[in-house]
């Protein structure tokens, strides 16, 4: 199957700095990437959604200007939380979905990345 | 905001025996995929069932849809204390955006 990487896979920082996270797809070309936040014994929630060449799309409660978004090529998009405080201390993931051209599926198939663990001391 | 519950949210069995977890969700659906997440890690792609099948068979897995009663039921035979972990379906939504919605979750725990 097709593999999305992250990194870092964990990241410890300190309360007003920012971190940055990659995610790419690694063997197909991804037209559009989601990044997801996960809280202790939570589920996923979409956090936005981004798309290649364009802004990205931000769920309802989440701040764009907090965490930003950047899908500069087909394979890979990064997440940047700004100014981190501790309550932005989470697992995220990202997923990849390739484009009905891409050949891969005819169905929307994503892949997902290993996650991300960022704690914010 | 997730598209539905599942349950039972924690589940605890003996190894051997079978475990079922069920997933309701609120609008229609292209297909609907299963994923297991063992503790802190990613997620591991299980099964995906389209909204045209009513059931699918994965190995040990076994995947019933309702779309009359928008549920899905995840069946895992045999149960191995490595099949301890989360579990969670997720929904590819007919309108909107094309992320996956995802359940609430549920977790299995497998006695050995």
Not at chain 1, 31 to 53: C, D, H, I, V
Not at chain 2, 4 to 11: I, T, Y
Not at chain 2, 61 to 89: E, G, H, M, N, Q
Request: aromatic content about 8%.
């Amino acid at each position: 199957g097709a593999v999305v990487s992250q990194h870092p896979s964990w990241v410890i920082c300190k309360s007003g700095t920012s971190v940055k996270i990659e995610c790419r797809s690694l063997d197909f070309q991804a037209t559009t990437m989601f990044w997801y936040r996960q809280f202790p014994k939570q589920s996923l929630m979409l956090m936005a959604t981004s798309n290649e060449g364009s802004k990205a799309t931000y769920e309802q409660g989440v701040e764009k200007d907090k965490f930003l978004i950047n899908h500069a090529s087909l394979t890979l998009s990064t997440l940047t939380v700004t100014s981190a405080h501790p309550e932005d201390s989470s697992f995220y993931i990202c997923s990849a979905r390739v484009g009905l051209a891409g050949g891969i599926t005819s169905y929307n198939e994503q892949f997902f990345g290993p996650g991300t663990r960022l704690t914010v001391l | 905001s997730q598209q539905g519950e599942e349950d039972p949210q924690a589940l605890s069995i003996q190894e051997g025996e079978n475990a079922t977890m069920n997933c309701s969700y609120k609008t229609s659906i292209n297909n609907l995929q299963w994923y297991r997440q063992n503790s802190g890690r990613g997620l591991v792609h299980l099964i995906l069932i389209r909204s045209n099948e009513r059931e699918k068979h994965s190995g040990r897995l076994r995947v019933t849809l309702d779309t009359s009663k928008k549920s899905s039921s995840l069946l895992i035979t045999a149960s191995r204390a490595a099949d301890t972990a989360s579990y969670f379906c997720a929904t590819d939504q007919v309108t909107g955006r094309r992320a996956l919605t995802f359940g609430s979750g549920t977790r299995l725990q497998v006695q050995p």
